[in-house]
């Protein structure tokens, strides 16, 4: 049996994580991925908001035809749905589409329309918090784009981390990454981003909890505007 068909305990998988978290602190964001390539192998998948495919890109230099996850809450601009078409089409990545039980529709009709107005916790966990959780159930890892710039509460994420939640690996090859560092590898690899990046928008999720950032205010002040919540509960 290879190293990337092993199956492992809980615990040996938090202890690969944390100690991979301590030596490759100091890593490049390929080298995190190659890591995560060698280690898990199709146990491996990178996730994306199709914001930009950075995270996607380096993982198929890693690992070619890598799985790609993305969630589709079905409240989305249609220009992150032309980007997630646009990824499938012209990289060597697997992309695999997750959507929640309900569609918008029947939601509205259980819960009551717009019930990201009114409870976007609640929103969020019927839409993206649990099809992750089920999307992931086959992996030992996943990985994201989150950057200890971008927010307080994401200062310190570990480049690979323990997500106790999921009791999988969570790698971060970007966390220590500037915009402008982002912005280098686009322009360097020509890697997609999704329109709206230059339309106002910093930081891209579903339609109706997303607005433009004014002057000055951080790349995650136009989520969830005007409410206390930060995060979609995918990363807490
Ligand atoms: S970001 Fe808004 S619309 Fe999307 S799942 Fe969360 S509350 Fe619902």
């Known amino acids: 049996m290879t190293a990337v068909q092993e199956e492992r305990t809980t615990a040996e998988l938090k202890a690969l994580a ?10 490049t964001a390929l080298e995190i991925l190659q890591w995560a ?6 146990r491996f998948c990178v996730t994306s908001s199709m914001e930009d495919a950075v ?11 890598v799985d790609v996850v993305f969630l589709d809450t079905g409240y989305h601009f249609p220009e992150t749905i032309g980007t997630r078409d646009a990824v499938e089409a012209v990289m060597d990545v697997n992309v695999i589409t997750l959507t929640p039980r309900q569609t918008v529709a029947e939601q509205d009709a259980e819960y009551g329309p717009r019930l990201h ?12 918090v649990k099809p992750l959780e089920e999307g992931l ?8 784009g989150l950057r200890r710039d971008e927010s307080e509460t994401r200062a310190n994420t570990p480049v690979v981390g323990w997500d106790e939640k999921r009791g999988k690996v969570k790698i971060s090859p970007i966390a220590k990454w500037s915009q402008e560092d982002v912005q280098t590898y686009v322009t360097e690899h020509g890697v997609l981003t999704n329109p709206l990046l230059t339309d106002g928008y910093a930081s891209v999720g579903c339609a109706p909890c997303t607005r433009r950032v004014l002057e000055g205010e951080g790349a995650r002040a136009g ?9 979609c ?4």
């Not at 995270?55 to 035809?65: D, E, I, K, N, Q």
């Not at 989520?223 to 995060?231: L, Q, V």
């Not at 509960?233 to 807490?236: D, E, I, M, P």
């Open 18 to 27: 944390e100690r991979a978290g301590r030596e490759l602190e100091d890593a």
């Open 55 to 65: 995270v996607a890109h380096l993982a198929s230099r890693a690992l070619p035809g």
């Open 137 to 144: 159930k086959g992996y030992q890892a996943w990985a994201t």
């Open 223 to 231: 989520r969830w505007a005007g409410r206390s919540k930060t995060e």
């Open 37 to 42: 390539a060698g280690t898990f192998g199709g």
């Open 117 to 128: 107005d009114r409870d976007p916790d609640l929103c969020c966990a019927l839409r993206k």
């Open 233 to 236: 509960g995918l990363h807490g």
